[in-house]
């Protein structure tokens, strides 16, 4: 069934690559009103180095995974309750990357962050990349959508930073959601961050009894791996 997913040429791979470097920057900083934002371009060049770092990884070493996470949203065998989360997710998501800008720099709807929570809120995009890639690094199954994927003869993945969580890129993405708004000084960010934590803790427990039930081991990794999300807590 391999045979199913679409190769990307090297010329398409570097348009999406630049149309990924330029979208966020032009985001970010351009509703902001102000070019010399600092916050706003650090966040955009964390945010171009997650995606490119990501593309670049699977498109060289794992071309399948790369076109699965291009796969369209509602084919293949997605759990059809995912269809309605995700969609809800991409909509929130774009809510969140647009009204920070306009939070906190446009229309200065947020008051003025104190220095140290925009720095936590730096530091804190280190761990959500650590994360974010080092989840694609070690599972070649992790899809965009929520499904069994018995077309690539799917199985547990328990090395890298499964090690340490049981979804590690969910935990990767909370912490981008908390620490991004708190580097931009977007109250208005953190409040739609954490409605897009709710959503993916729900996610989560669909996914995990999807896996159970379908996923040969998966059982045997719960009991072995205990936390789903924050370490030592749940």
Known sequence: MKDSYKNYSRGMFILMSIGIAV????????????????????????????????????????????????????????????????????????????????????????????????????????????????????????????????DLKQKVITTGVYSLVRHPQYLGIIILMIGGPCLLGSILGIIIGIGITIILIKRIKGEEKMLEEKLDGYIGYQKKMKYRLFPYIW
Do not use: C
């Open 23 to 150: 979208v966020f920057p032009a985001t970010v900083v351009l509703l902001s009103g102000n070019p010399n934002w600092i916050e706003g371009w650090i966040y955009s060049i964390w945010f171009d180095v997650m995606m490119l770092a990501n593309m670049i990884y699977m498109y060289v070493k794992d071309p399948i995974l790369f076109s699965e996470r291009l796969t369209a949203h509602g084919s293949h065998n997605q759990e059809k309750w995912d269809r309605y989360l995700l969609n809800f997710l991409f909509v929130l998501g774009g809510l969140w990357l647009v009204a920070m800008p306009l939070d906190a720099q446009r229309f200065g709807l947020s008051p003025l962050f104190p220095v140290g929570i925009r720095i936590i809120g730096g530091l804190l995009l280190i761990p959500a990349l650590y994360f974010i890639v080092g989840a694609s690094v070690a599972n070649p199954y992790l899809s965009t959508v929520v499904r069994f994927q018995s």
